[in-house]
């Protein structure tokens, strides 16, 4: 599968996305769960390697949000899951 610009900033020094792939067809809690996971990982991906500074950093004024408050964003909606 060819990767979107914005797909290719995930990869890791040996080219390859880290995420988990998952069949987007099944059990719908298997499916879920898959889909949660690789959000994780996505997420995981985009933090890595950045500072607490960074994390906090707001993306685009005025908007209030940062990688950290998504962090928070989405333990919040997993627990409501």
């Not at 719908?28 to 991906?45: G, N």
Request: charged share 30%; glycine share 8%; net charge negative.
């Amino acid at each position: 599968m060819r990767q979107t610009p914005r797909a290719q900033m995930l990869l890791g020094d040996d080219g390859k996305d880290p995420r988990t792939p998952f069949d987007p067809v099944g059990d719908e809690r298997q499916l879920l769960l898959d889909f949660v996971r690789w959000q994780r990982e996505t997420l995981e991906a985009k933090c890595a390697g950045l500072s607490p500074e960074q994390l906090a950093t707001r993306a685009v004024e005025p908007s209030t949000m940062s990688l950290l408050g998504l962090v928070r964003h989405l333990a919040r909606v997993e627990q409501g899951w």
